[in-house]
């Protein structure tokens, strides 16, 4: 509206012959637009990081998240569902990406509500747009998992993402998926890609479409098609993203669910046991031990044609940039990092990282022609995956040693061997660790060397001028 009734001044002074005057001066008095550009690496902790400048550039490499102005350290914290004033040591996405988005904690499961009592959280998103700054969010997840979700959605378990699932309650592990006080019928404000089409974003780009195929609770149209009657345009390919006109908000929904993966093990080979000779099964200081064999990570075939990282970030630098004289908030997630940890795909979270790498570099190369851009690089939590010897330091005692977990051996660019072991359990799914995640940004001034996840929530509010509520 403040674009519009400038346009209309302009017009009205040249309709009364006042040509001379020009709009020059109240514009140089306007002050300069802030951004932020907040990227968060899904579970890339320093394992992760390590793991793939060793295979990406060498171990005397240095990826562009190694140059950054300044470096320190996040605290995950994590309250419990039943006392919030007790704290959990491993966090997931739903609660650490909660503490970045609003500044307040909750427990796991849980997208910008409070633990124990379920009230809304505001997000930095919801701030910024009512401050009349422009809001993006990009991931190569679905844009309606968790750590997207937790920046403009409210509900009280992160698996409730469409009208069909809200409905229906089922059983994930320790979380109970169900949501009926989220029911608008109950008062609530729906699954989660219902409040994604009625929110103020400019735009959301990654997967998930078939989480807005089913139709609006207690309506017949589908949530796609309330998506484009409330002004989106709903983009699903790459050469849609690449001409998608820039005055219009965007959704772009370019797979199923998460979008697959850039690289894999070879010949799709994930983790493997090692496997112990029969002799070494009944008796367990003799025998022999046989390693998985050396592997190198290859192209992913399924993600040919897909959009990667750079693109949608590039396109969405683009879209918030264009006649913005307010700033902007962009929010990229490299999710598959975290995703293909969970099934120990080693490979797989090396491609994560390297696209979020390229991200950072649209990012930097936005913020040279921008020098009021706040980039802020981190992670949500850190993940299961190490880099353990090759061979062991106790191998020479006459007793087979090996690990317990599952094990990949990558052969490396330079010809060496990494070891990258994951065994937090004996399931079929890795799970999150504990540690503190690292903290990248481009302006040393702007972060202090550790702080925690919620304190991100204040420098990006900050750095925009958000007022308080």
């Known amino acids: 509206m403040k674009r519009l009734a400038f346009n209309s001044l302009i017009a009205l002074i040249t309709t009364f012959g006042f040509t001379q005057v020009s709009a020059q001066p109240d514009l140089a008095t306007q002050p300069i637009p802030k951004n932020v550009i907040l990227i968060i690496g899904d579970g890339m902790d320093d394992h992760q990081i390590t793991i793939a400048r060793n ?39 739903a609660n650490s990406a909660t503490a970045i988005a ?37 991931s190569n997840s679905s844009v309606t998992d968790a750590t997207m979700a937790a920046f403009y959605a409210h509900i009280n378990m992160r698996f409730c993402q469409s009208p069909a699932s809200i409905e229906k309650t089922s059983d994930f592990g320790q979380m109970t998926i169900d949501c009926p006080q989220d029911l608008q019928a109950n008062g609530g404000l729906g699954s989660i890609a219902e409040q994604l089409v009625a929110s103020n974003l400019d735009l959301a780009l990654g997967g998930g479409i078939k989480y807005f195929r089913p139709k609006v609770e207690n309506q017949s149209m589908s949530v796609i098609e309330l998506a484009e009657q409330l002004g989106f345009e709903v983009l699903t390919s790459t050469k849609q993203l690449q001409s ?40 367990s200081s003799k025998g022999e031990v046989r390693m998985p064999e050396p592997m190198i990570c290859e192209p992913n075939p399924k993600s040919k044609g897909l959009p990667h990282l750079k693109l949608m970030t590039d396109r969405a630098l683009a879209h918030l940039s264009q006649d913005n004289r307010s700033g902007f908030f962009l929010m990229v997630e490299s999710a598959l990092i975290d995703k293909e940890a969970h099934d120990r795909r080693a490979c797989g979270s090396i491609g994560g990282v390297e696209q979020l790498d390229e991200a950072l570099d649209s990012a930097l190369a ?8 706040l980039i802020i690089v981190t992670a949500d939590h850190s993940q299961s995956a190490q880099i353990v010897p090759e061979n062991s330091l106790f191998k020479g005692v006459g007793v087979p040693v090996y690990t317990p977990g599952k094990l990949v051996r990558l052969r490396t660019p330079e010809n060496s061997l990494m070891a990258i072991n994951y065994a937090t359990n004996n399931f079929i799914k890795e799970e999150h660790t504990g540690a503190n995640v690292p903290v990248f940004s481009n302006d040393a001034a702007s972060l202090p060397s550790m702080l925690t996840q919620a304190d991100l929530f204040h420098v990006i509010k900050n750095y925009l001028n958000i007022p308080n509520n």
């Open 55 to 93: 295979y990406l550039k060498g171990a005397a490499g240095r990826l562009t998240l190694d140059n950054m102005a300044q470096r320190g350290v996040a605290q995950v914290l994590t309250v419990a569902e039943n006392d919030p004033k007790k704290f959990v040591y491993v966090a997931d996405s």
């Open 102 to 138: 609003t500044g307040q904690l909750t427990s796991r499961g849980r997208i910008a509500t409070t633990a124990g009592d379920d009230n809304d959280l505001t997000s930095i998103i919801e701030l910024a747009s009512a401050a009349n700054i422009k809001t993006g969010l990009v």
């Open 244 to 283: 998608a006109p820039l005055d219009k908000k965007w959704l772009g929904l370019f797979a199923p669910s998460d979008m697959p993966a850039r690289l894999r093990g070879q010949d799709g080979r994930s983790a493997e046991e090692p496997q112990p000779d029969i002799t070494h099964r009944a008796l």
């Open 366 to 373: 936005f913020a040279q022609k921008n020098p009021n851009t």
